[in-house]
C-alpha cells in the first residue's frame, strides 16, 4: 500500500543532543513537509521540499535542519540549538498543484 | 504567505449538520481549498477539496462563495466521532510550494 511513514512514533532524548526524525514515502511524491505541532496548536511549517536536493526554510526553521538525497526521504534534525524541542512532529507530502497531501501519524519527541 | 480565518471553536448537536466557515481572502484564480481534520495526536486527514463549484463526497460538502474569499464546510449528519480539528487551507502556487495551517476550527460533536 502507498503511504507515508514517520519512525518512531515516541522518542525520548536528552539536553543537548541532536536526534533525527524518519520520514518516508512511497506515493511518487515530488514535495515533502515538516510541520511542528504543539498542544492546543495548530501546525507550523520547519521545512519543506519540493525536489530532491532542494529544500527551504518553513516560518519556524532555526534549530532544525533537513536533507532530501532521494525523492521517498526526508529526515528532520532538531539539533541542540532548538531551544523547545518537545513537541509532536508531522510530515507530510503532496503531488501535482491541485491534490491533496497526505500525512504521516507523527513522531512525538520528548526532550528530558 | 496565504492565510485562511477560521472560527475558533464550535459546538453542533449529534445528528445535525456541521458547518464550518473558512475565509481565505488571499486566494488566487488557480489555487483549490483543501479541508483536512485532524484527530487528537494523529496525521491530519484530507476531506475535500474544491476550485469554484461546489463539492461532496462521501464524507463531507463544500460550498464556496462566488469571489472564492470563503468557503463553507458541511458534514450533513455529524457524529460523535466527528468531533476533531478542522484546517481549511489553499496551496500556494508558482515557486513557493508552502503548505500554511492556520489554527483550525476545533468542532466538539455532543449528545
Known amino acids: 500500500d502507498g503511504g507515508i511513514t514517520q519512525s518512531p512514533k515516541y522518542l525520548f532524548r536528552k539536553e543537548g543532543q541532536n536526534v533525527t526524525l524518519s520520514c518516508e514515502q512511497n506515493?511518487?511524491?515530488?514535495?515533502m513537509y515538516w510541520y511542528r505541532q504543539d498542544p492546543g496548536q495548530g501546525l507550523r511549517l520547519i521545512y519543506y521540499s519540493q525536489i530532491v536536493n532542494d529544500f527551504q526554510k518553513g516560518d519556524i526553521a532555526e534549530g532544525y535542519s533537513v536533507s532530501r538525497e532521494k525523492k521517498e526521504s526526508f529526515p528532520l534534525t532538531v539539533t541542540s540549538a532548538q531551544k523547545n524541542p518537545t513537541a509532536f512532529y508531522l510530515c507530510?507530502?503532496?503531488?501535482?498543484?491541485?491534490?491533496?497531501?497526505?500525512f504521516g501519524q507523527g513522531t512525538r519527541l520528548t526532550v528530558v | 504567505d496565504a492565510k485562511t480565518t477560521q472560527p475558533t471553536s464550535m459546538d453542533c448537536a449529534e445528528g445535525r449538520a456541521a458547518n464550518l466557515p473558512c475565509n481565505h481572502s488571499t486566494i488566487s484564480g488557480n489555487e483549490y481549498v483543501y479541508w483536512y481534520r485532524q484527530i487528537h495526536s494523529q496525521g491530519p486527514q484530507y476531506i475535500i477539496h474544491?476550485?469554484?463549484n461546489n463539492e461532496t463526497n462521501e464524507m463531507a460538502s463544500l460550498i464556496i462563495t462566488e469571489d472564492r474569499k470563503s468557503s463553507t464546510l458541511i458534514l450533513p449528519h455529524a457524529t460523535l466521532r466527528d468531533t476533531a480539528v478542522y484546517y481549511c487551507i489553499h496551496y500556494l502556487s508558482g515557486n513557493t510550494g508552502k503548505l500554511i495551517f492556520g489554527q483550525g476550527t476545533t468542532l466538539q460533536v455532543k449528545p
Open positions: 507530510a507530502s503532496k503531488g501535482g498543484l491541485n491534490t491533496e497531501a497526505f
Open positions: 506515493l511518487n511524491h515530488d514535495a
Open positions: 474544491g476550485l469554484k
